[in-house]
């Protein structure tokens, strides 16, 4: 039988200026962010490349990420339009990301890229408990992925340090970086999807000191965006 730790967690989950708040038992999440990018408001990304905009805004996120055996999924839209409806276009560009480990456990992630939105990343989650002493342990067992997420195309993987030093002070960080990703319009535009997943294992250990603490996923902005258009 798996091991059940008591775990809250605080889940930070920012999708390209993405704001939303959730509450839930036992735990809450926040997701905040500056405004930046060209866009004009505070929930999208924008730049242009010739006559073409690129432009990556916030989709659905996930916070099943509160006890061990638990996701968090941040998504993103990109989606490229151009001007003069008459011209196919190739276009490229960097989509990059940052994750930040509170926790005192190593965190693995994936970076996907998909066809279509996916409206609920991650389901099955059961909460599961049991009496260690005094003390009540949870975890999850069942959380499944989305499988249009996990049947789309897998860009990039990685894992996320543990947080280190005494009570945890110094977190772990990874950067997500995904150089070369392309969008191939027909006339006038072309999107597709990225949802970055981080998976949160239920170890066999106590992860007694994880709790309260945070995990951040963030997919933040398009770099290095060239485009050749085909008259």
Same mark, same amino acid.
């Given at each position: 039988?798996?091991?059940?730790? =008591?775990?809250?967690?605080?889940?930070?989950?920012?999708?390209?200026?993405?704001?939303?708040?959730?509450?839930?038992?036992?735990?809450?999440?926040?997701?905040?962010?500056?405004?930046?990018?060209?866009?004009?408001?505070?929930?999208?990304?924008?730049?242009?490349?010739?006559?073409?905009?690129?432009?990556?805004?916030?989709?659905?996120?996930?916070?099943?990420?509160?006890?061990?055996?638990?996701?968090?999924?941040?998504?993103?839209?990109?989606?490229?339009?151009?001007?003069?409806?008459?011209?196919?276009?190739?276009?490229?560009?960097?989509?990059?990301?940052?994750?930040?480990?509170? =926790?005192?456990?190593?965190?693995?992630?994936?970076?996907?890229?998909?066809?279509?939105?996916?409206?609920?990343?991650?389901?099955?989650?059961?909460?599961?408990?049991?009496?260690?002493?005094?003390?009540?342990?949870?975890?999850?067992?069942?959380?499944?992925?989305?499988?249009?997420?996990?049947?789309?195309?897998?860009?990039?993987?990685?894992?996320?340090?543990?947080?280190?030093?005494?009570?945890?002070?110094?977190?772990?960080?990874?950067?997500?970086?995904?150089?070369?990703?392309?969008? =191939?319009?027909?006339?006038?535009?072309?999107?597709?999807?990225?949802?970055?997943?981080?998976?949160?294992?239920?170890?066999?250990?106590?992860?007694?000191?994880?709790?309260?603490?945070?995990?951040?996923?963030?997919?933040?902005?398009?770099?290095?965006?060239?485009?050749?258009?085909?008259?």
């Amino acid at each position: 039988m798996e091991k059940k730790n =008591t775990i809250l967690l605080t889940v930070i989950a920012v999708a390209t200026l993405l704001v939303a708040v959730v509450g839930a038992t036992f735990a809450y999440f926040t997701a905040t962010a500056t405004p930046e990018g060209n866009g004009g408001t505070d929930t999208v990304n924008t730049t242009t490349v010739g006559d073409i905009e690129l432009e990556m805004a916030p989709v659905t996120v996930s916070n099943d990420l509160k006890y061990p055996g638990g996701f968090l999924v941040v998504g993103a839209s990109v989606t490229a339009t151009d001007s003069d409806t008459t011209n196919d276009f190739d276009l490229t560009y960097q989509l990059n990301g940052t994750i930040s480990n509170g =926790t005192g456990t190593e965190l693995t992630w994936t970076l996907y890229e998909v066809a279509s939105q996916v409206a609920t990343p991650v389901t099955g989650c059961t909460v599961n408990e049991v009496q260690v002493g005094e003390e009540t342990r949870y975890n999850y067992t069942g959380c499944t992925v989305d499988a249009t997420i996990l049947g789309g195309t897998e860009v990039k993987t990685g894992t996320v340090a543990a947080a280190t030093g005494e009570g945890l002070v110094t977190p772990g960080t990874a950067t997500v970086t995904a150089t070369g990703e392309t969008l =191939t319009s027909s006339n006038s535009g072309a999107a597709t999807y990225y949802y970055l997943v981080v998976e949160y294992p239920n170890k066999e250990s106590s992860q007694d000191a994880d709790q309260g603490k945070s995990v951040t996923a963030t997919l933040k902005d398009l770099t290095n965006a060239q485009s050749v258009v085909h008259s």
